[in-house]
């Protein structure tokens, strides 16, 4: 009976333990904000500080006075203004595997979004969703205001 609930108990730690493993991939950061700035993750909402590391899935929202600027893995530059909402729906950044890919899905607000290696490595394979478009980025500067 103790060898089975030690087996439990170990079984239980590894999950965990593997679980918290692939979580450790960000794909990005918080670099600046200022104001209300939160993050929702996996049905929890956060407020948010510099250096919070970013994870796919991930929606980011500024309040009427917040502002942030966030830094992806492949050096995309993604500003947001007030009242904004994104999520980084999809971000794949392993150029030695070919796997690149980055779709963020604006549903409110006013961003910024500078590309970063993935647009210059496979224009193809960023976009841009908007509520009544998707935006595939060919170029290096995109500013978006979805009201």
């Known amino acids: 009976m103790r060898r089975i609930l030690v087996a439990c108990q170990l079984a239980a730690l590894l999950c965990v333990a593997s679980r918290a493993l692939g979580a450790t991939e960000h794909v990005g950061i918080v670099k600046s904000l200022s104001g209300d700035v939160t993050v929702a993750r996996e049905g929890s909402v956060m407020k948010a500080g510099p250096n919070l590391k970013l994870f796919q899935g991930d929606l980011v929202q500024t309040g009427p ?3 942030a600027g966030l830094i992806l893995e492949d050096d995309t530059v993604i500003s947001l203004g007030s009242n904004s909402r994104l999520a980084i729906k999809e971000f794949a950044f392993k150029p030695n595997e070919k796997k690149l890919s980055l779709v963020a899905r604006i549903y409110q607000g006013t961003v910024s979004f500078l ?4 647009a210059k490595l496979a224009p193809r394979q960023v976009h841009i969703e908007t ?7 060919r170029g290096t500067h995109v500013l978006v205001r979805v009201d």
């Open 65 to 67: 006075n917040g502002k």
């Open 115 to 118: 590309s970063g290696q993935i």
């Open 131 to 137: 509520p009544s478009a998707t935006v595939g980025v």
